[in-house]
């Protein structure tokens, strides 16, 4: 009567508590509202249950109800079972008081994750053994992506395939949400307004190129978006393939130096603070680094990884921290390219940056990738940067979300800088959204404390 699968070994299942999930929806479909954000058909192991559930899933979506009727004449069409009334009479005397769904549901929630467990483990064993196997990076990567896909909680309303109104139903609550003021409606805000204006928030699986010439300022405004993120309790991961975490680290401390200055409170300069402070220099210093001890930052400062070990960090971080909101890596030219590719330069920058936006979706966070720009820059008159620079680095116009460069006139031409009165901007040139406008802002920088400042508002961000 009932198709089942094949049974393994020691299969982690219970057809009872299917059996009795079943017979509880059929009896009292308005229970359906409790079980179906919460199960997929994948946890139901038997095969004819797990269609009868389909079949419920599918009714209740088209319909808003379901009856025992309707379930009977889809299955009798469906032939999964020779007898479909004899199948829907051993679920529902199967039926013992509705006090038992939520229990059956731990049970099945239980059990499929399990399974997801051992097949994950299952299928790295067969990768390890396969004797065509002999690149060890791309088995550990391939084995920390199964065993991430494995741990996750799952998503229930996780299918690919949405019809419109279900589209425009989120697309009303999102609506709705910002005719609140609610933050959550919008994307991830790095605290300047500028450029939080320009984009309503770095949107999450989004990739991010951020990209200019060298001292331009691309790393500083990197760190500068991550801190602000981040002292609104937000994890963030760094990956840093040029400078050292003691770098890093004192980058962020100068730029908190910086922001007691501008608030007229203290003044310590960089030179101060990479000599010897005074004795009160010191105790206001401590006290920044007692600010930032809390931040949720988390540094990865290993030159020469490849995409595949960014991969495998990011993941574990994610899945050690799954509230993280932003990841930055610093940067694109860096990140050492297979080892056994005859591809060209230009094929293989493509592909890392497709695999980095691929991680995107999957860690459900935006990716900020620092890139640097090519040299034809450098023999225009006008220097401000264009995505044609971006061209010889592989597919990074195809495959970025945003793509953002810094152009600083005082830095090509002081003189007109000093003229124009642009000493200090840097022009923050967004060259695409795919969410939103295209256009340019202004911040200043301040290239001692390597700390940027929004030039209308004179916001620094933070909390």
Not at 16 to 29: C, M, N, T, V, W
Not at 438 to 445: A, D, E, I, K, M
Request: charged share 30%.
């Amino acid at each position: 009567m009932s198709l089942t699968n094949p049974l393994v070994l020691d299969t982690p299942m219970d057809l009872d508590a299917e059996r009795q999930i079943l017979g509880i929806l059929i009896k009292y479909p308005h229970q359906v509202d409790k079980v179906i954000d919460r199960l997929r058909p994948s946890h139901f192991y038997d095969l004819a249950h797990r269609r009868v559930y389909e079949i419920i899933v599918e009714l209740y979506n088209k319909q808003g109800r379901i009856s025992y009727t309707q379930i009977y004449n889809v299955l009798r069409n469906d032939r999964i079972t020779d007898s479909p009334a004899e199948l829907l009479i051993s679920l529902t005397e199967s039926f013992v008081s509705l006090s038992e769904l939520e229990p059956s549901i731990a049970i099945l929630q239980y059990q499929e994750g399990i399974r997801r467990l051992v097949k994950a483990t299952d299928t790295i064993k067969a990768l390890a053994l396969d004797p065509k196997q002999d690149d060890l990076d791309e088995i550990q990567a391939r084995a920390q992506e199964l065993i991430f896909a494995a741990t996750q909680k799952q998503n229930v309303d996780g299918d690919d395939a949405k019809n419109l109104l279900e589209v425009l139903n989120k697309c009303y609550l999102n609506l709705l949400k910002r005719r609140e003021g609610l933050e959550d409606s919008y994307g991830l805000s790095v605290r300047y307004p500028s450029i939080d204006g320009m984009t309503t928030g770095f949107k999450k699986k989004d990739l991010i190129i951020l990209a200019a010439r060298p001292s331009m300022g691309k790393t500083a405004l990197a760190l500068n978006m991550a801190v602000n993120v981040a002292k609104r309790d937000i994890p963030v991961l760094i990956f840093s393939l040029e400078m050292d975490d003691e770098q890093i680290g004192d980058r962020i401390v100068l730029g908190e130096l910086f922001r007691h200055k501008q608030a007229g409170e203290f003044e310590i300069t960089s030179y101060e603070y990479q000599t010897k402070l005074s004795d009160e220099q010191f105790i206001r210093t401590q006290q920044v680094f007692n600010d930032l001890y809390h931040l949720p930052i988390i540094i990865v400062d290993k030159r020469g990884l490849t995409t595949a070990e960014i991969q495998a960090k990011a993941r574990k971080v994610k899945a050690e921290n799954p509230d993280l909101g932003l990841i930055v890596i610093d940067y694109l030219q860096l990140i050492k390219p297979p080892t056994d590719s005859n591809r060209s330069w230009t094929l293989i920058i493509g592909e890392i940056v497709r695999e980095l936006r691929d991680l995107a979706g999957e860690l459900d966070v935006p990716i900020i990738l620092l890139s640097q720009l090519n040299r034809s820059v450098e023999s225009r008159e006008n220097k401000r940067p264009m995505m044609s620079d971006l061209r010889d680095s592989g597919n990074i116009e195809e495959f970025a979300d945003v793509i953002i460069f810094l152009y600083r006139e005082d830095y090509y031409y002081p003189d007109l800088a000093q003229q124009n009165g642009t000493e200090g901007l840097v022009e923050v040139i967004f060259a695409k959204q795919r969410k939103g406008p295209t256009g340019t802002v202004q911040l200043r920088f301040i290239k001692e404390y390597t700390r940027f400042i929004d030039e209308f508002t004179g916001q620094i961000g933070g909390a």
